[in-house]
């Protein structure tokens, strides 16, 4: 699909920041004909995307001058830099928008910026073990789903500039959320696994029978510990990035665990415990992200509040799956 | 291998108990050539088992009469009854050994039916998300790693027979451990894994964002929370049969986490946390099992005191992959 098929689509996309996922974004953006300016801090980044054949600014500045669509994809603790030379250097009229794991923090640091009102959030769910320009490739963000994030008076022409790029030249699916619940939910399947799984390796590491235990680890020591094998600094950062939600989260794991060892010291039954989430069994694992190929899409017209609609669909487990000049094509995922 | 070419190789295995070990067990020694006798409570594994080609007794009695080896594969429930059976049918010259996944407990069940002098623990590290006869398959154990448990007084000579077993008709590798090494080894790496994976699962469950947490799962969730979707009667059981060891291990995780919560709550630092594997993750994750054709093969001799110098250098890390009629085979995998 080219950009002009899709309503609202940027006629220019700046990609500030070409790590793994800035990079893997320019290059499915090149792809599919949309034209991209790229940028990076590192002249020797900057020279291998132009290897690559992509088309890079050598600062933010000329990067952004043209662009109706800023995507920051610089590491939180460069935002706040980034996102002041955004605001000098970006047409009023260009919408800017994001790649970070936690929300909530970005959205304080473009607020610093003066870009609140430019600012819509976005998240592309997807990654590998390995990071940086070298590592991007255009097929890692083509069709994933994205969790796009809003406070409820976005001006929802800006909200549809990034649903475009999502649905459209993206070939992805969005899931609309409040800053709050997307950093929740991403403090439940990813920060707090990822620490879980930090705590089970460092259990063994710390353990005199350590040696046996590594002899013996089989399938759920391998799976349980996989993402405690990445890199630790970048899991850190996350984690701590979104310290506000992780940190009750592990609360209740504490609490939850607790009541187990009490259980099983005591001879008690574990019983609760074990069949707690019975009924995800029943739904089986969680399921690949659906396509705009999936049955059941409904239209959502965009008609006065049709974002804080759209919030309330996503939160319910729909997922936006295309735009029309006049609708969202939303589809419901029921109830798992 | 045929089984003659084995020092100590028994000539009449009986396995009682035909799921998903106890089958799998069964078919790999009866494609190998040893004499196997099976058995199994139910007609219908029984019939199915005769399908398969296996040589079925109709019970534990006629199933033992003639064993030189028997391997309980029942759940550690069945045991009591079983193990009294064995203990009034089988000869007084038989090895009795097993294949559960928790060995203090099987040892105390074994003890009380009076067979605890001709004992010797057995863990295969192999199994499936599946369970029963029908999922049984000669490859699942064949050439895996297992764990052997002993006392220090244990018969020399049972000894022999299961590495025999093991390293012979098996082609597997033996790590020779006391029970409570074994145990505790494999709270850390499965048990609480299992626990954890189970925990991670019950708190999005419980989550109200659950629904958007469920769409936006991506890798680290789906390989933490695995084998939460396996069986929960199953691990239920696996963990509470090890209480003794799952709790400490649990209480220790709790300890961490605490930590890292406050860290997370007060802006602390949470760097010793996610770099205390750190060694770890530079040697990579755990290996596969080493194999006979690993390098560095140590000849351990069969002299008196060598199955408490096997524990010393199993519970160091090496591994037993061979048997001669005057030495042990052994193989150093180095520290990790």
């Not at 950009?3 to 996309?13: F, K, L, S, T």
């Not at 939180?76 to 260009?94: I, K, Y």
């Not at 002899?215 to 950062?237: I, K, N, Y």
Request: one cysteine or more; charged letters at 20%.
């Amino acid at each position: 699909m080219s950009a002009e098929d899709v309503v609202g689509a940027p006629r220019q996309v700046a990609v500030v920041g070409l790590g793994l996922i800035g990079g893997s974004l320019a290059r499915l953006l090149a792809v599919r004909g949309v034209d991209v300016v790229a940028t990076d801090v590192s002249p020797a980044t900057r020279a291998a995307a132009r290897r690559a054949g992509l088309s890079v600014a050598d600062d933010v500045a000329a990067c952004v001058a043209q662009a109706d669509l800023v995507v920051l994809a610089t590491p939180l603790r460069a935002m706040p830099g980034v996102a002041a030379e955004v605001a000098t250097h970006a047409p009023a009229s260009a919408t800017v928008t994001d790649v970070g794991s936690v929300k909530g923090p970005v959205r304080d640091e473009v607020r610093a910026a003066g870009l609140a009102d430019r600012y819509v959030g976005a998240h592309p769910m997807a990654g590998t073990e390995h990071s940086g320009f070298d590592a991007s490739d255009a097929g890692l963000l083509d069709g994933v789903r994205w969790a796009v994030t809003i406070q409820a008076d976005v001006d929802p022409a800006r909200l549809v500039r990034v649903l475009a790029l999502v649905t459209g030249p993206c070939s992805g699916a969005a899931v609309v959320l409040t800053d709050d619940v997307h950093d929740e939910a991403a403090a439940l399947v990813s920060h707090v696994p990822h620490v879980v799984a930090t705590q089970l390796l460092n259990t063994v590491v710390g353990a005199p029978v350590r040696d046996v235990a590594l002899g013996l680890a089989a399938g759920s020591f391998r799976d349980g510990t996989r993402v405690a094998f990445t890199d630790p600094e970048r899991t850190e950062a996350m984690v701590t990035q979104n310290a506000a939600w992780v940190a009750p989260a592990l609360r209740k794991v504490v609490r939850d665990l607790e009541l187990v060892i009490e259980a099983l010291e005591s001879n008690g039954s574990t019983h609760a415990f074990f069949r707690a989430a019975d009924d995800l069994r029943a739904a089986g694992r969680p399921p690949a992200p659906v396509g705009a190929g999936s049955v059941r899409v409904e239209r959502v017209p965009l008609v006065t509040g049709w974002p804080t609609s759209l919030v309330e669909r996503c939160t319910a487990g729909a997922v936006v799956v295309g735009l029309t000049p006049t609708h969202a094509e939303v589809v419901a995922e029921g109830a798992r």
